[in-house]
């Protein structure tokens, strides 16, 4: 069985632009969150999707948007980029709650 | 706020040893806490978890501690392996439907 698939896996940007990232759940999963991982940190929570509802965001700009889809698949979308978004985003999922699956990130380079 | 850390970013052990990495957390309320692993280029891979009617919860190789009177829990690895070398991360979910991660410690086996 495929695990969190995320697209693209590395990519590169200019401040100012807008950048949208692309997450499969686990088949079955109904939940997606989003995470950011800044370089030797840990990952930090911005948006919790179930059901195509937003359930939970964390302390992060309106620039960060996301959503769901009917088949669960999540796109998380950044605007007006800042030189201090670059990090990895983490895209988890699972069933309702309880323990994420995590795909191995969408690296984002904003020069 | 409410955090969970842990107490050392760095360390490093012979392969064949035991290895014990810490977190502390801050909420006495807190009931549920998880080990994650994250491999270089990967996303945190679920370790072991254990809630807070449990003083100890062992798996394979692996085993966790926790000390609710001084708050903090500990992740034992016995007979550490090349393969163990990652950051760990201790983290809980929160009401807000977010996981928090501690800051992680990188762990470094030498052969």
């Known amino acids: 069985d495929a695990g969190v698939t995320q697209s693209p896996t590395h990519l590169i940007k200019t401040r100012g632009q807008h950048v949208t990232l692309r997450c499969s759940p686990i088949s079955g999963h109904k939940s997606v969150s989003w995470y950011q991982q800044v370089l030797g940190q840990g990952p930090q929570f911005i948006f919790q999707y179930y059901e195509k509802e937003e359930r939970g965001r964390g302390n992060f700009p309106d620039r960060f948007s996301a959503r769901q889809f009917p088949n669960y698949s999540s796109e998380l979308n950044v605007n007006a980029l800042l030189l201090g978004d670059s990090a990895l985003y983490l895209c988890?999922?699972?069933?309702?709650?309880?323990?994420?699956?995590f795909g191995e990130g969408s690296r984002l380079t904003v020069l | 706020g409410e955090s969970v850390g842990l107490h050392l970013p760095t360390l490093s052990v012979q392969e064949g040893d035991n290895s014990i990495i810490n977190c502390a957390y801050s909420n006495s309320a807190s009931d549920y806490f998880i080990w994650y692993k994250q491999e270089s280029g990967k996303g945190p891979q679920f370790i072991i978890d254990?809630?807070?009617?449990?003083d100890k919860r062992q798996g394979q190789r692996v085993t966790v501690l926790l000390n609710k009177t001084v708050k903090h829990l500990s992740l034992q690895i016995a007979a550490t392996q090349p393969g163990d070398s990652a950051v760990y991360f201790c983290a809980e979910p929160t009401q807000d439907n977010d996981m928090r991660f501690g800051a992680g410690t990188r762990l470094t086996v030498k052969p």
């Open positions: 988890a999922s699972s069933l309702v709650t309880g323990e994420l699956f």
């Open positions: 254990i809630r807070s009617n449990m």
